[in-house]
């Protein structure tokens, strides 16, 4: 009957890979609305190539779909259940009893902690809250301070840091009509929508231990008292001005560094090494830290995948997933290179194949918080939001 098909989480995704934004926009926001069917759109993502400029992208998603609350993130590459799509947009509608308000946020890379707050402030004025969705700058701003200033009680939260151009700093977030660079974009959901939030990784110790001996901001400078490039440079040969350059500059994000914290080791990646040899990081690294080196595996990423995508199964405590986000770090794509994709397939195997799938690659992954209320800022791993009716 036409009132039960109302009440239905339905879900759309269709992208497109055109000459420009607007072009790539427009046909992937078409493609998902002829997906979706009757009923009007309800909430959107977009994921979109940082080739594309965000507001052209914009306008052409926009001028099909008018105006329903959306968010999105730019990315080297978009992810769906039939591969990578480089030089891209994604559109995801979702459809059904899924309200959502949207909150654009241009003050993130100035003050983090202040984005925080207010976003914490704002989801506790929120009745019935079921998850709270968002993407910041990836090159930009402090994500460790967001977090710490962002309490999780008991909201399914997750988000991630967009990525782009590695070599400028370059990535934006949307929030309907608005985007840019800097920002924190951000969606509140409500409705009969449950979400179960998964993530793991594939990359483990080697051997090679370190002491932090200088770091600055988000800048390591040394490791055992040397430029680290300097030590890189000596574990796997290539000399120390080699890794300041691409592309060994970028591909110093396959080999991050596990830095003690308690019990556990926790993932921090280079974004890149800069001229002077010191690794720009997007999370401080404490000084006098112990540090292993680690490195990943196409076996253990699949392994990871699995993972993640049972731990956000389990959450929905039996519900179908109608929907999975993927949001994974930009490190998969460089160690997959030759299997591009196989991260997808790895989540299918748990979810199943009809399962609709989005997502893109990121600098940095933000889920709850083990036991604390603080969310933890991942680098290196692959988050899995699954998406069920309630």
């Given at each position: 009957s036409q009132?039960?098909?109302?009440?239905?989480?339905?879900?759309?995704?269709?992208?497109?890979?055109?000459?420009?934004?607007?072009?790539?926009?427009?046909?992937?926001?078409?493609?998902?609305?002829?997906?979706?069917?009757?009923?009007?759109p309800a909430f959107g993502l977009v994921i979109s190539s940082h080739q594309y400029q965000a507001r052209e992208v914009v306008s052409g998603v926009s001028s099909l779909l008018g105006e329903p609350p959306m968010i999105g993130f730019?990315?080297?590459?978009?992810?769906?259940?039939?591969?990578?799509?480089?030089?891209?947009?994604?559109?995801?509608?979702?459809?059904?009893?899924?309200?959502?308000?949207?909150?654009?946020?241009?003050?993130?890379?100035?003050?983090?902690?202040?984005?925080?707050?207010?976003?914490?402030?704002?989801?506790?004025?929120?009745?019935?809250?079921r998850a709270l969705l968002f993407f910041a700058d990836g090159f930009n701003g402090d994500a460790d301070q967001l977090c710490s200033s962002l309490s999780s009680e008991s909201i399914p939260l997750a988000g991630a840091l967009s990525s782009g151009d590695l070599h400028t700093g370059h990535s934006y977030q949307i929030a309907g009509p608005q985007n840019g660079t800097g920002a924190l974009t951000a969606a509140f959901l409500r409705g009969s929508v449950r979400v179960g939030v998964g993530s793991a990784h594939g990359w483990n110790p080697v051997g090679s231990q370190f002491r932090v001996t200088r770091s600055r901001g988000f800048w390591l400078r040394t490791l055992d008292g040397r430029p680290a490039s300097e030590t890189y440079a000596q574990l796997f040969g290539y000399s120390a001005r080699d890794w300041a350059f691409p592309p060994l500059s970028h591909l110093a994000r396959l080999y991050p560094l596990g830095v003690e914290q308690g019990d556990q080791l926790l993932v921090r990646a280079p974004i890149r090494v800069e001229a002077d040899g010191s690794f720009r990081m997007n999370a401080p690294v404490r000084d006098g830290a112990d540090a292993y080196l680690?490195?990943?595996?196409?076996?253990?990423?699949?392994?990871?995948?699995?993972?993640?995508?049972?731990?956000?199964?389990?959450?929905?405590?039996?519900?179908?997933?109608?929907?999975?986000?993927?949001?994974?770090?930009?490190?998969?794509?460089?160690?997959?290179?030759?299997?591009?994709?196989?991260?997808?397939?790895?989540?299918?195997?748990?979810?199943?194949?009809?399962?609709?799938?989005?997502?893109?690659?990121?600098?940095?992954?933000?889920?709850?918080?083990?036991?604390?209320?603080?969310?933890?800022?991942?680098?290196?791993?692959?988050?899995?939001?699954?998406?069920?009716?309630?």
């Open positions: 009132k039960d098909n109302a009440m239905t989480l339905t879900v759309a995704i269709g992208h497109a890979h055109e000459l420009n934004g607007r072009e790539a926009g427009l046909q992937s926001a078409h493609q998902a609305l002829n997906r979706l069917g009757t009923g009007a730019s990315s080297p590459a978009g992810l769906t259940a039939n591969g990578i799509h480089a030089n891209s947009v994604i559109t995801v509608l979702l459809g059904g009893d899924i309200q959502a308000e949207t909150r654009w946020m241009p003050g993130y890379a100035q003050s983090a902690r202040e984005t925080g707050s207010q976003l914490s402030k704002q989801a506790g004025e929120i009745n019935d809250l680690l490195v990943g595996s196409r076996v253990s990423c699949e392994n990871a995948a699995h993972q993640a995508a049972q731990q956000a199964l389990h959450q929905l405590e039996g519900r179908k997933p109608v929907f999975a986000l993927i949001l994974v770090d930009i490190a998969w794509e460089m160690l997959l290179k030759s299997h591009p994709g196989s991260e997808i397939t790895a989540v299918q195997d748990i979810l199943g194949e009809e399962v609709p799938i989005a997502g893109g690659y990121t600098l940095g992954q933000i889920v709850p918080g083990k036991d604390s209320k603080i969310p933890q800022l991942l680098n290196q791993h692959l988050v899995v939001i699954a998406f069920a009716e309630e």
